[in-house]
């Protein structure tokens, strides 16, 4: 659809701050990577979300909704339609607690490192492992995120989503399907907040373990550099980053897209690097692991988006 179609669609006065056109994504991902999208909307609060959301659906313009954008690759072409940022809806609260449990209340755009420093600071334990990865409660539980042992879904009570048709829903965490990063949330589904369970504990040990943690993922992964994470999950029992490395791949470039030489499993934008490139990196890395190793590797980071513009 033509930009100016959108335009007319969106400018009722109904959304004026909330809605861009034509906007870059790589200013939304911290690759720093990604053509524009055709509408990139930013709801300040439910019934700005749900007015957008009519709108998107009466006009036939497909949505998908974006967290931190640190776990994502977009395509050079940008993407079709819209991208729903949640970046506003960030409220958090204390539902309730006893002798064990603290029960606490995080809409999807709340950095997940929130609730990680909360844990820390007051004595509470579940999600020590996931200190330190960046991004957002709602892209941490469609991810299922995870690390040290540590997964998203263990501290998940229940989470509201809204469907496709708009309806908003509530699912037990039980009623979800989590696999290794991975959730059985569809991409046209919005979660829009969750509530989490996290165990009384020693203050002391729980930071102290927050502490290590993050030591840890410091020495061994280049957080300083634009990147997605990892970039292939781990094949049972295996780690991609040793295979990638074994392979002989540390270091290796295609145009600006570079494997980090401290973490094989990362890929980094080294100046201008494209999507282009880093599809094809990906495609020569699986390809030398595949003949050395036999082993299959499969992406973590979501890649989403259109080649070029017109398609
Ligand atoms: C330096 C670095 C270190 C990392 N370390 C780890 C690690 O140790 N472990 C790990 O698991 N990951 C890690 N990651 C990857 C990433 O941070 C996580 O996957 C994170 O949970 C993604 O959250 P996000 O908000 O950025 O999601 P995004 O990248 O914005 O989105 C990821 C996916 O989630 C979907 N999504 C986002 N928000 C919503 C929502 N509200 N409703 C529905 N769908 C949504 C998007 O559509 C997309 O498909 C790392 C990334 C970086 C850059």
């Not at 709108?55 to 931190?68: Q, W």
């Not at 809409?107 to 490192?113: M, S």
């Not at 829903?169 to 989490?196: D, Q």
Request: charged residues 30%; glycine residues 10%.
């Amino acid at each position: 659809m033509e930009t100016q179609n959108l335009k007319d669609i969106f400018s009722e006065g109904l959304f004026e701050d909330e809605v861009r056109f034509m906007e870059p994504m790589k200013n939304h991902t911290s690759l720093k990577i990604g053509g524009p999208a055709d509408i990139f909307a930013m709801p300040q609060d439910l019934s700005s979300l749900k007015n957008m959301h009519i709108n998107l659906k009466r006009n036939k313009i497909p949505f998908s909704p974006i967290g931190g954008g640190t776990n994502i690759l977009v395509r050079d072409g940008g993407i079709e339609g819209a991208v729903i940022s949640l970046r506003s809806f960030r409220r958090t609260g204390v539902l309730s607690k006893d002798n064990e449990y603290m029960y606490l209340f995080a809409e999807a755009g709340t950095l997940l490192q929130r609730i990680v420093n909360f844990s820390k600071e007051n004595g509470y334990s579940g999600i020590e492992g996931l200190a330190g990865i960046p991004g957002t409660v709602g892209g941490a539980i469609f991810g299922n995120a995870g690390a040290f042992g540590y997964e998203m879904k263990d501290v998940l009570v229940s989470v509201e989503v809204m469907d496709i048709e708009g309806r908003i829903k509530m699912f037990k965490a039980e009623e979800i399907n989590f696999g290794h990063r991975s959730s059985s949330i569809s991409r046209n589904e919005l979660i829009l907040a969750a509530e989490i369970k996290l165990k009384k504990d020693e203050k002391e040990e729980v930071s102290a373990k927050v502490d290590d943690f993050l030591r840890k993922k410091r020495e061994k992964q280049p957080l300083w550099e634009p990147s997605a994470g990892c970039v292939f999950k781990n094949p049972a029992g295996l780690s991609a980053g040793k295979l990638i490395d074994e392979a002989g791949c540390k270091g290796m470039r295609i145009g600006d897209v570079e494997v980090s030489s401290i973490h094989a499993n990362f890929f980094i934008n080294k100046g201008k690097a494209n999507a282009s490139d880093f599809i094809r990196l990906m495609e020569e890395v699986a390809r030398r692991v595949k003949e050395r190793f036999g082993v299959v590797l499969e992406p973590e980071i979501k890649i989403v988006g259109r080649d070029n513009v017109n398609g």
